[in-house]
């Protein structure tokens, strides 16, 4: 059991590893509707309101943003709108605003308008002192207006980087930034592991994995007020944090018995219970929408695999057959599909694939050597992972459908852990 500990632990730190971010789009989407987003009037603040709108559309993969020096006008009021010259630019949406300061921020208005109908769709304001955040409130209304489904720009990432420190030590920072890469902030620095970071339901507290007692520990942590508290440090492995929906109970992976099990903890009374009991090795929680259901990693077929188990039955399922390695499941907000790492029999490589649940569909999303630890944007449009760039560690992104890709590099360090926080409005 020592043997299967260690591994599994050294299998953890060799994913560890981001600071600031930058976005590269790597693959585009051909079909992506044409929007203009004019240059906002009124106040300037410290980045361009517009700019920031049309950068998180062309991201989606959904909207090709039209380049304001070939605007044939800035039209920047409703009367100033002329529909003839956007539908001779072959534009579908165009977006016009202003911004105006407010004491220690920033108050934007914005008009949302169907060319091709010549009708307006969508008119709304945000004020905040943080004018980035104002944008991408922007940004999710005109992507909900346009798809039916709600926007994930006003969101946030976590991230792990690892860097060599002097004396060959490494310094491993728990760090999280807006869905774009700016903002980066750190919530733990740490001369000893960090893994598996997990975030409640309401963005505002992060599970995560910490070795700084000498030992595996779970920690639960206050992003904004900093602080933090361990809820487990059981002997044997203390691993793979996940928030319950409701976000007042914990799945973890325990080997307190002798073996990896699927336990859930209640996070107020720290109260246990066993899911799984298996003399497999049972791993990598993620819960169903329902609350009610676990999905999770274990070699009991053999070969590491997806299985679902019922959290009041505690009776198991097996839900992937396709391949010869598939783990680190992470589901779907509709709850119908799952993102997860895959190996194709015969293949060498590692990528992210998802499986439909009801037709037993798999997708392979990516071609990459080693991608891992996806996870997946809180209205399902995109999935973020980690992945391996000229020998570092890096995160990348890839829509659902596999259309977009985008890679996002950092300036220190290796990347890795990803994980996408909830829509938190």
């Known amino acids: 059991m020592k043997a299967v500990l260690t591994a599994l632990v050294l299998l953890c730190i060799g994913q560890a590893a981001w600071a600031g971010l930058t976005i590269e789009i790597t693959k585009g989407n051909d079909s992506a509707v044409p929007i203009a987003v004019v240059p906002f009037g009124g106040d300037t ?35 100033d709108v002329v529909y003839s010259d956007w539908r001779k630019s072959g534009v579908d949406y165009l977006v016009i605003g202003n911004v105006k300061k407010e004491g220690n921020g920033y108050k934007a208005t914005f008009v949302l308008y169907d060319v091709i109908k010549q009708q307006q769709l969508l008119e709304h304001s945000y004020s ?80 995560y994995v910490n070795f700084s007692k000498g030992r595996p520990g779970i920690y639960i942590q206050d992003i904004y007020q900093g602080k933090r508290q361990r809820m487990t440090a059981f002997k044997g492995l203390n691993s793979a944090p996940a928030w319950s929906p409701d976000g007042r109970k914990l799945a973890m992976v325990l080997s307190k018995g002798g073996n990896p099990d699927i336990y859930i903890m209640d996070v107020a009374t720290r109260q246990l219970r066993q899911i799984t009991r298996h003399f497999a090795i049972d791993t990598e929680p993620s819960w169903m929408p329902d609350g009610q259901h676990l999905v999770f990693t274990s070699n009991r077929g053999g070969a590491p695999q997806i299985y679902q188990a019922n959290v009041q039955t505690g009776k198991v399922k097996r839900l992937t057959f396709e391949g010869k390695y ?34 037993g569909r798999l997708r392979l999303l990516t071609s990459t050597p080693l991608d891992e630890s996806p996870s997946v944007a809180p209205n399902g449009s995109m999935l973020i992972y980690a992945t391996q760039q000229r020998g570092r560690g890096v995160l990348a992104a890839v829509s659902a459908d596999g259309a977009v890709k985008l890679t996002l590099p950092s300036s220190e360090g290796d ?9 938190n409005k």
């Open 45 to 79: 603040p410290p980045h361009d309101v517009a700019e920031i709108i049309g950068a998180d559309l062309k991201r989606s993969g959904l909207f090709e943003p039209f380049a304001p020096g070939n605007m044939l006008s800035l039209p920047q009021q409703k009367e």
């Open 415 to 423: 990347v890795r852990e990803p994980a996408w926080s909830p829509i």
């Open 128 to 207: 905040s002192s943080n004018h980035r955040k104002v944008a991408h409130n922007i940004s999710d209304d005109i992507y909900e207006k346009l798809t039916g489904k709600p926007g994930a720009f006003d969101t946030k990432i976590l991230y792990v980087t690892s860097t060599r420190a002097a004396a060959n030590k490494i310094r491993y920072k728990l760090n999280y930034a807006d869905s774009d890469g700016f903002g980066a902030k750190t919530i733990l620095n740490s001369s000893e592991p960090i893994l598996s970071p997990s975030w409640s339901p309401d963005a505002k507290k992060v599970a």
């Open 326 to 359: 598939n783990a680190r499941a992470r589901v779907f907000p509709d709850g119908k599909s799952i993102a997860m790492v895959h190996k194709g029999e015969g293949i060498a490589q590692f990528n992210i694939a998802v499986l439909e649940l009801d037709s």
